[in-house]
């Protein structure tokens, strides 16, 4: 029988459907995290880089993500979910291998530095094809009415595995060495793939299959609202440090903690809503909430009132890619599903890549308060941007359009 028209069962029962696929994430994403904050301080001060080069040594490993992105939808839809998680597991696992030789190779910089960046353009493949798998996966076991709470959990997955994983990386790294980083994302990768091998397969979804080019086309409005409202997180995650180190403000990395709580929080509490109002009418609401957040950053007169904005601004993303990666997704054939997951995924992956450095030329220019305003009037774009999609589509389905 089709999961499309598998019959009712309860939320928990559901959740634990979704829970040990989006585990997969979990692990590839703490695989990331462990050396994310490490790496550049290996690259800069052990190899003797300059620290341009020590950042684009890690952003190298998003530029793989952002090419293997089609790779891993068409992976998904043709392969399977399964296969195509066991695969960005192997590949998360090369990259362990590569980080270890690449700190065993130290005494000979330029040896190391190339086997580093071959082990982030490795772990970015490595992290399309799990992600996305991972996602078809939990929708194969539980139906696309649960769409929303697969993205949702997936999300969560993948925040709370880089929450842990960073701090996690520099504590062995200083206890035991930067050469424990490497054999311990291996380690995860082989645990990952071994646990996957444990699980039933979905079936594949037969029938008519898009080229990448249409699906593309046809999500791109829908991935414009996700780089408007992504624009929010990458602020805060790049700039709220140095914006209360401008100000004298103690407890930046507080700031942080709030934001990814109540991300996490409003995930948990609110992912059912997308079922029930639709995707459109929670993704304007959320990017409504995200600007009043910003500008609270930006007018913040005081750390409480920042602290309450970050707070805010994480409530409002915490929805933004499930509500409209549902609506997405829906604009396609079952059998592209996975194919128009990749490619509304990829501007999340434009955004965050064009964010950086776009805001550090604001924040140059008029400050670092200025970056939030930059992000607010982004997330307000994307409120009149989903309103226009939500009008389009109560027209199109002749719905009465009540907001």
């Given at each position: 029988?089709?999961?499309?028209?598998?019959?009712?069962?309860?939320?928990?029962?559901?959740?634990?459907?979704?829970?040990?696929?989006?585990?997969?994430?979990?692990?590839?994403?703490?695989?990331?995290?462990?050396?994310?904050?490490?790496?550049?301080?290996?690259?800069?001060?052990?190899?003797?880089?300059?620290?341009?080069?020590?950042?684009?040594?890690?952003?190298?490993?998003?530029?793989?993500?952002?090419?293997?992105?089609p790779l891993a939808g068409r992976s998904a839809d043709t392969l399977g979910p399964k296969r195509t998680v066991s695969i960005g597991l192997l590949g998360c696992g090369a990259?362990?291998?590569?980080?270890?030789?690449?700190?065993?190779?130290?005494?000979?910089?330029?040896?190391?530095?190339?086997?580093?960046?071959?082990?982030?353009?490795?772990?970015?493949?490595?992290?399309?094809?799990?992600?996305?798998?991972?996602?078809?996966?939990?929708?194969?076991?539980?139906?696309?009415?649960?769409?929303?709470?697969?993205?949702?959990?997936?999300?969560?997955?993948?925040?709370?595995?880089?929450?842990?994983?960073?701090?996690?990386?520099?504590?062995?790294?200083?206890?035991?060495?930067?050469?424990?980083?490497?054999?311990?994302?291996?380690?995860?990768?082989?645990?990952?793939?071994?646990?996957?091998?444990?699980?039933?397969?979905?079936?594949?979804?037969?029938?008519?299959r898009m080229s990448y080019r249409s699906v593309f086309t046809r999500v791109l409005p829908h991935g414009i609202g996700l780089a408007l409202g992504s624009a929010g997180f990458?602020?805060?995650?790049?700039?709220?440090?140095?914006?209360?180190?401008?100000?004298?403000?103690?407890?930046?990395?507080?700031?942080?903690?709030?934001?990814?709580?109540?991300?996490?929080?409003?995930?948990?509490?609110?992912?059912?809503?997308?079922?029930?109002?639709?995707?459109?009418?929670?993704?304007?609401?959320?990017?409504?909430?995200?600007?009043?957040?910003?500008?609270?950053?930006?007018?913040?007169?005081?750390?409480?009132i920042a602290l309450a904005g970050a707070a805010l601004t994480g409530f409002g993303f915490a929805l933004v890619f499930p509500a409209l990666g549902v609506e997405a997704v829906?604009?396609?054939?079952?059998?592209?599903?996975?194919?128009?997951?990749?490619?509304?995924?990829?501007?999340?992956?434009?955004?965050?890549?064009?964010?950086?450095?776009?805001?550090?030329?604001?924040?140059?220019?008029?400050?670092?308060?200025?970056?939030?305003?930059?992000?607010?009037?982004?997330?307000?774009?994307?409120?009149?941007?989903?309103?226009?999609?939500?009008?389009?589509?109560?027209?199109?389905?002749?719905?009465?359009?009540?907001?």
């Open positions: 029988m089709s999961t499309d028209s598998a019959p009712p069962r309860s939320e928990f029962t559901t959740t634990l459907q979704i829970i040990p696929v989006v585990f997969f994430t979990f692990l590839c994403y703490l695989t990331i995290g462990i050396p994310l904050a490490v790496l550049p301080g290996y690259v800069h001060g052990d190899l003797g880089y300059s620290a341009v080069l020590a950042g684009a040594a890690i952003s190298v490993q998003y530029l793989a993500t952002l090419a293997s992105r990259s362990g291998v590569l980080l270890l030789l690449a700190v065993l190779c130290g005494d000979w910089p330029v040896l190391s530095l190339t086997l580093l960046v071959f082990s982030r353009l490795v772990l970015g493949f490595g992290e399309s094809l799990c992600g996305t798998g991972a996602i078809l996966w939990g929708i194969g076991r539980v139906g696309t009415s649960n769409n929303a709470r697969v993205i949702s959990w997936n999300g969560i997955a993948t925040y709370g595995a880089l929450a842990i994983g960073a701090p996690l990386g520099v504590a062995i790294a200083h206890a035991i060495g930067f050469a424990a980083l490497g054999i311990l994302v291996i380690a995860l990768a082989a645990l990952g793939f071994y646990l996957a091998r444990q699980i039933a397969p979905v079936p594949l979804v037969h029938g008519e990458g602020s805060i995650a790049t700039f709220i440090t140095l914006f209360y180190a401008a100000k004298n403000w103690p407890n930046a990395a507080l700031s942080l903690t709030v934001f990814g709580t109540l991300f996490i929080g409003a995930r948990l509490l609110f992912a059912n809503t997308i079922k029930t109002y639709g995707g459109f009418r929670v993704a304007i609401a959320s990017f409504s909430f995200e600007c009043v957040g910003l500008l609270m950053l930006w007018l913040a007169p005081e750390p409480h829906g604009l396609v054939p079952p059998a592209s599903r996975g194919a128009a997951l990749s490619a509304y995924s990829v501007f999340l992956d434009l955004s965050l890549g064009i964010t950086g450095p776009l805001a550090g030329y604001i924040a140059g220019e008029f400050g670092y308060g200025s970056v939030f305003l930059f992000a607010a009037v982004a997330a307000a774009a994307a409120v009149v941007l989903s309103t226009v999609l939500y009008l389009r589509h109560a027209k199109m389905t002749g719905q009465p359009a009540a907001l």
